[in-house]
């Protein structure tokens, strides 16, 4: 059974004619009968263009963490655009948003651009301006956006083409890739103290940077293990490379300062986006000041056309204000873990092992097993077919996770007990009607 109503098949049949497969972005494509049409969001609504409505976990794969269509946001930036977008020249909304930034995350400095690949791209070329190196560590499983040198080993990677465990090789995840470029990354699992001390003495003359997303948010949410985080600061600190926390999608979501307030932990360089806008686009990269320094016109790059334009800082200023007053990530927290505890009861109540992960801003759900997953090859043990039928079980009723799994459920202030309420039993009627 498809998807799709009448008016989202049309619009589809017309959307494949002029645009690739129908979508601008392939993480979007769920087939021919089930990729959907959207036409509007409201809180933590969306609706499709036969106006079905659904319970929206995806929140556009994490940065609505309001709600969407947000009034406060909605109001100051259409106030702000009458007066003029862009200007190359710097504006006191870019000043401001510095500053809340800089309140929030303790880091010194911070550049602004548009999008999370901006941000990494940017924050790659830092870390080997600064170190004078050039190859890096990023985790297995772990997604730092649509650079050439970031897309190996990540969530669309198999199993098979990961490697062995002892001795990981970097699985490219597109054509087009030049062949050279893999020599400049080393993928390793995640949690694996062995294989990241090791690496890392025997690498670490060339070794610029450490990339980590501080949860994983591409692979179901799963947590570093105690300690993790902080042997990767302490080897980072004697060997002098580049701590970069990831936090696209942390950032503004899990606590007010993200991943370095929620595990206490400063990273040298750090990338926002997502949340950070409210569904608007606007990124970041922030660090210390000696670090972000060395940025520097004519001789280390940072740039863009529309870094810092008036449309994305009017909409993160307007976010992070409401984060700042409001307990916003408090009321996430409580209605997530009711939703989390709720769909633990119904999968054991069903007999369906499983492990809930993550925390309520971002958990992930991994079927099939008991055994808490650690890194992504855990996870890829687990039932991923049971998990995609739930899946679209669930947006059949109205309540739309992404159907994979390895994507984290998004929760955003808008949703309210009722909505968790009708979610859970949304669920439990979708796991009978998947289990058959
Ligand atoms: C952790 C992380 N980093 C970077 C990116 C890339 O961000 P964008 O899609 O805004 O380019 C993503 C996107 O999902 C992400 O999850």
Known sequence: ????????????????????????????????????????????????????????????????????????????????????????????????????????????????????????????????????????????????????????????????????????????????????????????????????????????????????????????????????????????????????FDEVKTGFRIANGGAQEYFNIQADLVTYAKALGNGFPIAAIAGKEEIMMTVEPGAVAHGGTYSGNVIGTAAANATLEVLETESVIDTINQRGQVLMDGINDILTESDIPHVITGIPPMFGIMLGSDQEPHDFRDYLTGDGDLYEAIGMELCHRGVMPEPSGLEPWFLCYALSDEDVTETLNVYNDSVKAAKG
Not at 41 to 63: E, M, T, V
Not at 163 to 174: A, D, E, L, T, W
Not at 205 to 225: S, T
Request: some cysteine.
């Open 1 to 244: 059974m498809t998807l799709q109503g009448k008016k989202v098949k049309a619009l589809f049949k017309q959307a494949m004619h002029v645009i690739p497969h129908g979508v601008n972005s392939n993480f979007r494509y769920w087939g021919d009968e089930d990729t959907l049409v959207i036409t509007r969001g409201n809180g933590a609504y969306i609706w499709d263009a036969d106006d079905k409505r659904y319970i929206d976990y995806r929140l556009a794969f994490g940065p609505i963490i309001l709600g969407h269509a947000y009034p406060a946001v909605v109001k100051r930036v259409a106030d702000v655009i009458k007066e003029g977008t862009l200007f190359a020249c710097t504006t006191p909304l870019e000043i401001s948003l510095a500053e809340r930034i800089t309140r929030m995350c303790k880091v010194d400095k911070v550049r602004l651009t548009n999008t999370g690949t901006e941000a990494t791209m940017h924050a790659l070329r830092i870390s080997r301006a600064y170190t004078g190196r050039e190859r890096f560590i990023k985790f297995e499983g772990q997604y730092h956006g649509m650079v050439d040198y970031f897309m190996f080993s990540t969530a669309s990677s198999s199993r098979r083409s990961l490697g062995s465990r002892r001795s990981p090789v970097n699985s490219p995840v597109s054509s087009g890739i030049p062949k050279g470029i893999s020599q400049y990354v080393i993928n390793l699992p995640f949690n694996d103290f062995e294989r990241l001390e090791e690496t890392i003495e025997a690498k670490w003359g060339d070794l610029a940077a450490i990339f980590v997303e501080p949860i994983l948010g591409n692979c179901a949410g799963i947590m570093p293990k105690p300690g993790f985080l902080e042997r990767i600061r302490e080897l980072c600190d004697k060997y002098g490379i580049v701590m970069v």
